[in-house]
């Protein structure tokens, strides 16, 4: 019987076509009843005899439900239910059972084999009625949740592309850095950012945000925006994170961050900064992976949980050999699971380090005994290693574009002096200023924006940088840079360094910039002044062009090769540089 419904209303339920219905079964009058009482609910019919054939229809029609006898000829309606399921996959086709068994291990075997219901014959139509109602809802709630799964697979794929695209290829020398990541779902909530400072220091971040899957790896947008961003305008590893941190806990909900590991590798290839936040050591290794030369632990708060954490503390500068290695891990790693449930452990992971041999990259080493270990276990979390070697060839290289040729460009700039445009900006911090402030890559932003010196930005940063950075740790600071020559010398001297900042009450750096543009050349002339005591800069420079093999010193070298000229006037806490290019 069916309700009186207006025009605008749903039909009832037995008007809808209700697509196709198998019934198998080896008796005709089982089929003849069950196939007129399917046809009164608008099911079209198609008929098998015993198991085996009803595979074969199970093939060729693909149905919407299926009547399954039990005891048949040729195979049973067990056998054929196991088949059937297996051909079914991930798609829901429900099986009822019709049978006069009454044993209850039998009907338990119906549900064992994979029927999801069974009536017992005779059966009430009334009853097989609501069981075929039933089965309906479950069959088209399937449907409908592998449309949505469907329809998230594709969007995840399409966001992933995105995200690889946006996030990962912009990445720099991803071929000399080993890295295995591999995400527990499409998406990784791990992100591994590579970027070149202005003056060639190789900044390496690896982060790990809460949980995994797309909603982990939503953050990685604006954290690979602001890393990329920031490294590429000169800003210190402490400002970098700050910023980072600052941006995720505006955009993340309560309860989400990212966890980090810092590496920036220094230009002059005598140290490491590292920073290491609520994510297992960082490990310093020899090449071969087998000796543990250093250690960062954990210091910082994961990115992202509050607003005004500062990174600054938890900074460690360590001194390393050619061909050492950073190796940075997430804790997929460490907390992996083999089938049993036992941990991948740090210690496991140290020892496949020491039994290393030098013929197997570590990043490898660890990722196949990763794989024995796990098996076919499920995987938990993203797992995610990267191995940083400490060679020249990871670093940036960029051409001195100055010219020697001082004469010629006196000359270029006499008969082009209608045309010259200059620029001059002034900048002096005093006292506490001097910790919280690094000027130069503010300076060198606001010269680009304003000049357009694109060219010249990298070596303009690494001047300007290099002779803040003298005024600051040797002028206002007193730092003896020979203690970098010591065992652990670098740790000592960024320990003392940070301990004198933080101490720092007065004292003052003035540094002076002079921009002039001709129509094909140009110059940047830099002055920088410190409150300090100075130095005897002639034999400073002597002493480290005698012995090349010490840390301290290079960049001032460095220094003075990229400048028409260096000049330190007064005690020595004055300098001026002077650097030209020629665009033909």
């Not at 059972?97 to 059966?123: H, I, N, W, Y």
């Not at 936040?277 to 992202?304: V, Y």
């Not at 000592?492 to 003035?510: H, N, P």
């Amino acid at each position: 019987m069916q309700a009186t419904q207006s025009a605008s209303a749903t039909p009832s339920t037995d008007e809808q076509p209700k697509g196709l219905a198998l019934i198998v079964d080896d008796e005709l009058s089982n089929r003849i009843v069950l196939n007129a009482l399917l046809k009164k609910m608008n099911y079209t019919i198609v008929q098998a005899e015993n198991g085996a054939q009803a595979i074969e229809r199970y093939k060729e029609t693909q149905p919407d439900i299926i009547f399954m006898d039990i005891m048949m000829p040729v195979m049973d309606g067990f056998d054929s239910t196991v088949q059937i399921k297996a051909l079914c996959g991930n798609t829901f086709v429900p099986i009822i059972f019709l049978t006069a068994m009454t044993d209850e291990k039998a009907l338990a075997r119906c549900v064992e084999v994979g029927g999801d219901d069974f009536l017992t014959k005779p059966f009430n139509h009334t009853v097989l009625k609501s069981k075929i109602r039933a089965m309906e809802r479950i069959r088209d709630l399937h449907r409908e949740v592998k449309t949505l799964l469907d329809q998230r697979e594709h969007e995840e794929e399409i966001a992933e592309k995105v995200f690889s695209g946006a996030v990962m290829a912009g990445n720099v020398m991803p071929e000399k850095l080993k890295a295995l990541m591999r995400p527990a779902a499409v998406f990784s909530g791990d992100v591994l950012l590579t970027a070149y400072a202005p003056n060639g220091d190789l900044n390496v971040l690896l982060g790990d945000f809460t949980g995994h899957g797309l909603s982990a790896a939503l953050g990685a947008l604006p954290v690979s925006e602001t890393f990329r961003a920031m490294t590429i305008k000169g800003f210190s590893v402490d400002q970098i994170l700050n910023e980072i941190n600052r941006k995720l806990h505006t955009l993340l909900p309560t309860g989400m961050f990212m966890a980090a590991q810092f590496v920036r590798i220094n230009h002059t290839m005598d140290s490491m900064t590292l920073c290491c936040c609520g994510m297992p050591d960082i490990l310093i290794t020899n090449i071969t992976g087998t000796e543990i030369k250093h250690r960062i632990p954990s210091t910082g708060l994961p990115l992202g949980i509050i607003p005004d954490a500062d990174y600054l503390h938890s900074m460690s500068s360590i001194s390393a050999d050619l061909e050492d290695r950073a190796l940075l891990v997430s804790d997929g790693v460490t907390e992996a699971r083999s089938p049993d449930g036992e941990y991948f452990g740090q210690e496991r992971l140290e020892n496949i380090l020491a039994k290393g041999n030098g013929k197997e990259s570590i990043v490898n080493s660890i990722a196949n005994t990763l794989e024995r270990f796990c098996l076919d276990a499920p995987q938990d979390d993203d797992i995610s290693l990267v191995e940083v070697p400490f060679l020249p060839d990871v670093l940036a290289v960029f051409e001195d574009q100055h010219s020697s040729g001082t004469e010629e460009k006196k000359g270029a700039k006499n008969s082009d002096d209608s045309q010259n445009n200059s620029l001059k900006f002034v900048v002096t911090l005093e006292g506490p200023r001097l910790l919280r402030i690094d000027p130069v890559p503010l300076l060198i932003n606001q010269i680009q924006e304003l000049e357009g010196l694109k060219e010249q930005r990298r070596i303009i940063f690494t001047i300007l940088s290099e002779l803040y950075i003298n005024a600051l740790d040797h002028g206002i600071l007193n730092l003896n840079s020979t203690l970098k020559a010591k065992p652990g010398g670098f740790t000592t001297y960024f320990t003392e360094r940070e301990k004198r900042l933080k101490e720092l009450s007065d004292g003052y750096i003035t540094i002076s910039i002079y921009s002039r543009l001709y129509s094909s050349s140009g110059e940047v002339i830099i002055q920088v002044k410190d409150s300090g005591p100075g130095f005897d800069y002639a034999n400073y420079i002597a002493n480290i062009q005698s012995d090349l093999s010490t840390p301290s010193g290079r960049g001032l070298l460095l220094t003075k090769e990229l400048c028409e000229s260096l000049t330190y006037s007064n005690s020595g806490n004055q300098v001026e540089a002077i650097y030209t290019w020629d665009n033909n």
